[in-house]
Nanobody, 119 residues
Framework: QVQLVESGGGLVQAGGSLRLSCVAS????????MAWFRQAPGKEREFVAA????????YHANSVKGRFTISRDNTKNTMYLQMNVLKPEDTAVYYC????????????WGQGTQVTVSS
């Protein structure tokens, strides 16, 4: 099994920055692609960004492109999401996920960390 624990969420003013972390433990290796998703109140969970284990290629949703950056440190089994120029519409619970397969099937999920952006 793999356990994922997010941290770094909080309350920030619009235009501010936060850095989320996701620490993986258990039967984890660098051969996992990882991703961030978010879910705002009353809305479905949506993809934010992903990073491939094969070549560290990154993918960002259009809504966050240019503002958010996903990265990982395999020596620490940790993934990050640097979030800049935050907007009120970025308010959501942010979840990290991991998979050994394709980006269409995420096997493991964290419990989430709340990000609130005030206007």
């Amino acid at each position: 099994q793999v356990q994922l624990v997010e941290s770094g969420g909080g309350l920030v003013q619009a235009g501010g920055s936060l850095r989320l972390s996701c620490v993986a433990s258990g039967r984890i290796s660098s051969r996992y692609s990882m991703a961030w998703f978010r879910q705002a109140p009353g809305k479905e969970r949506e993809f934010v960004a992903a990073i491939s284990w094969t070549d560290n290629s990154t993918y960002h949703a259009n809504s966050v492109k240019g503002r958010f950056t996903i990265s990982r440190d395999n020596t620490k089994n940790t993934m990050y999401l640097q979030m800049n120029v935050l907007k009120p519409e970025d308010t959501a619970v942010y979840y990290c996920a991991a998979t050994t397969g394709s980006f269409t099937s995420w096997h493991y999920w964290g419990q989430g960390t709340q990000v609130t952006v005030s206007s």
